[in-house]
């Protein structure tokens, strides 16, 4: 079965940096695209940032440019997200998502994706 298990949440003040993980199961990892989406309470899902499956090819919400970077390591089958100058609004509960082929030029597409993983919540709070 395919699994994504998300890590790596917390509390942290604005400012700060946390690293989130993403742990890959059940398929071959190295063969998809990957990405992060996140939702805030009462707020719709965004989409935040994807990578394609080699890593060479990445994509970020203007929201997070510049301040967020995804990586990805396809021997450890895990994706990562870090996180620097976080803002209160870069509060919510962060997903990671198995995309269903190997490019992200469907990244912000809500079909491209087939499964998900149970989020990780990041607080950004004094």
């Known amino acids: 079965d395919v699994q994504l298990q998300a890590s790596g949440g917390g509390l942290v003040q604005p400012g700060g940096s946390l690293r989130l993980s993403c742990a890959a199961s059940?398929?071959?990892?190295?063969?998809?695209?990957m990405s992060w989406a996140r939702q805030a309470p009462g707020k719709r899902r965004e989409w935040v940032s994807a990578?394609?499956?080699?890593?060479?090819?990445?994509r970020y919400a203007d929201s997070v440019k510049g301040r967020f970077t995804i990586s990805r390591d396809n021997a450890k089958n895990t994706l990562y997200l870090y996180m620097n100058s976080l803002k209160p609004e870069d509060t919510a509960v962060y997903y990671c998502?198995?995309?269903?082929?190997?490019?992200?030029?469907?990244?912000?597409?809500?079909?491209?994706?087939?499964?998900w993983g149970q989020g990780t919540l990041v607080t950004v709070s004094s």
């Open positions: 998502a198995k995309s269903t082929g190997p490019y992200v030029s469907r990244w912000l597409t809500e079909n491209a994706y087939d499964y």
């Open positions: 059940g398929f071959t990892f190295s063969s998809y695209a």
């Open positions: 990578t394609n499956s080699d890593g060479s090819s990445t």
